[in-house]
C-alpha cells in the first residue's frame, strides 16, 4: 500500500477534481491499484501523469469515450507506450503552434488539423491492435 494514493491525493496532484477522477474511473480511462480494507480506492503514483495525458487528448478534440473505447481494446504495455507517444507528440503541435506567432496563424490551424488527425490515426490504429 506504500506510495499509493486515495482519489483526493490523486485529485489534487493531477490538479483535478474528485469528481472527475471518478468520472476518468468510471469510463474504465484509470483503475485503482488496488482498495482498503474500508473500500477506499487507492492508485499508482503514475496516473497523475495518465490523468494529464487524457486531458490533453480531450483538449485535442478526442471524445473521452472514443479514448475509453480504445484503452479498453488495448493491452495495457502497447497502450501505454501509444499514450506516452500521442501525449508527446500532441505536445511538440502545440508548442510549434504557440510558438509560430501571428504571422503564421494558416500553419498553426494546419498543426491544430494535423494533431487532431494524427490522434484519430492512433485511434483507430489502437483498436486494430491485437488484445491481449
Not at 41 to 48: A, E, F, H, Q
Not at 86 to 91: A, I, K, N, S, Y
Not at 106 to 111: I, K, Q, V
Amino acid at each position: 500500500m506504500a506510495g499509493l494514493m486515495r482519489i483526493g491525493e490523486l485529485a489534487a496532484a493531477a490538479g483535478v477534481s474528485n469528481r472527475t477522477v471518478d468520472f476518468y474511473t468510471n469510463l474504465g480511462l484509470i483503475h485503482p491499484a488496488e482498495r482498503t480494507a474500508g473500500g477506499y480506492r487507492l492508485y499508482d503514483p503514475g496516473t497523475v501523469d495518465l490523468i494529464g495525458t487524457i486531458r490533453q487528448l480531450e483538449a485535442s478534440g478526442l471524445a473521452l469515450e472514443d479514448v475509453a473505447r480504445q484503452f479498453a481494446s488495448a493491452s495495457t504495455s502497447d497502450l501505454t507506450k501509444v499514450v506516452a507517444s500521442l501525449g508527446q507528440d500532441v505536445e511538440a503541435l502545440r508548442t510549434l503552434a504557440e510558438s509560430a506567432g501571428s504571422a503564421a496563424n494558416g500553419a498553426a490551424a494546419t498543426l491544430a488539423i494535423r494533431a487532431h488527425h494524427l490522434i484519430t490515426l492512433a485511434s483507430e490504429l489502437l483498436s486494430a491492435m491485437p488484445h491481449g
